[in-house]
């Protein structure tokens, strides 16, 4: 299995490299930490009548930084993972960072995508950055975001689900992109009361016998994904709850300490519109641990 690592010198990177060294990988599985510079403003400054013959020079010199600060970045990831006793290699893209590395990963059939976030703040922007936002929103390459949660030893996960034929294929997927066990996979579906086709079903039905009858059908759908999911854990459990998916997602994995949530890019059900961009979008931006977002 191959994966790329977005290298941009930051602690984030940095964490995001720690992170994959924890990630069920075989030993013949390789890290390709890419190192991006981008030279395009080079060619629109200098175009200026006046002012470019007198920045060329400098501009020139600030790509050579960019350049070797980029590979520089890229070489030190790849040292600390090769000290930790994975394989790594070393690579510098040219270009807008977040299009290199989904245009790398999709030319090299990289399982995924992992960069690091730039931390919680009160705006998405700042949340997720401009890389994983790029790759996220638009590209279809899988995208780990890590982020750094004091943890050791093997990753608990929570594995979202909403039971669509698109979050099934997701479940089936996942094994094909885990080489190795988690510690722990939890397989969470969340009953939404105001989703659109729950609420038109509460105008005909008693909403505790809709909800038991809901909630009985994504213990028995639970309990088929875990049964796919069994040979990437150690454990692997189920949980239904009922509330407001994003809200769930969130509160579930900081509760119970969970390291990764992984969970689909699209999709509905009658459940929750858990796969959709707008819930997705919500944790990948929100939850506080790394997330794992699965294209299928």
């Given at each position: 299995?191959?994966?790329v ?14 992170f994959l ?6 030993e013949?599985?390789v ?6 510079y ?11 009548p006046?002012?470019?013959?007198m ?14 600060g980029a ?8 040292s ?12 510098l893209l040219?270009?807008d ?6 245009n ?17 703040g009160?705006f ?10 790029e ?8 995208l780990?975001?890590?982020?750094r ?16 034929d698109?979050?099934e ?11 190795g066990?988690?510690a722990e996979?939890e ?19 008693p909403?505790d ?20 999911l ?12 009922t509330?407001?998916?994003?809200e769930?997602?969130?509160e579930?994995?900081?509760a ?5 949530i ?18 997705s979008s919500?944790v990948?931006?929100r939850?506080?641990c790394?997330v794992l977002?699965?294209?299928?």
């Amino acid at each position: 299995m191959k994966v790329v690592l977005g290298a941009d010198g930051s602690e984030h990177a940095e964490f995001a490299a720690e992170f994959l060294t924890r990630y069920p990988m075989a030993e013949d599985s390789v890290v390709d930490c890419c190192g991006v510079y981008s030279a395009s403003h080079v060619v629109t400054a200098t175009s200026h009548p006046f002012l470019g013959p007198m920045l060329v020079d400098q501009l020139a010199h600030a790509v050579d930084d960019a350049r070797d600060g980029a590979e520089a970045a890229a070489r030190r990831l790849c040292s600390f993972i090769l000290e930790r006793g994975r394989k790594a290699e070393a690579h510098l893209l040219q270009g807008d960072p977040g299009e290199e590395l989904a245009n790398y990963a999709e030319e090299t059939g990289a399982a995924f995508v992992t960069v690091g976030s730039r931390g919680l703040g009160r705006f998405d922007a700042l949340l997720l950055g401009s890389v994983g936002r790029e790759i996220a929103n638009n590209r279809r390459i899988d995208l780990l975001v890590a982020r750094r949660r004091e943890s050791s030893g093997g990753l608990k996960v929570l594995f979202a689900t909403d039971h669509s034929d698109f979050a099934e294929r997701v479940a089936t997927k996942l094994p094909t992109i885990v080489e190795g066990k988690f510690a722990e996979v939890e397989v969470l579906s969340v009953v939404d009361p105001d989703s659109k086709d729950v609420a038109f079903a509460r105008s005909s039905a008693p909403w505790d016998d809709l909800q038991a009858g809901l909630s009985g059908w994504a213990n028995d759908q639970n309990e088929a994904t875990v049964g796919k999911l069994v040979g990437i854990a150690e454990r692997c459990v189920s949980n239904v709850q009922t509330g407001h998916a994003r809200e769930a997602i969130i509160e579930r994995a900081e509760a119970a300490g969970f390291d990764l949530i992984i969970l689909g890019a699209q999709g509905r059900s009658a459940l929750s519109r858990l796969l959709i961009g707008s819930v997705s979008s919500y944790v990948l931006t929100r939850a506080k641990c790394s997330v794992l977002i699965v294209r299928a």
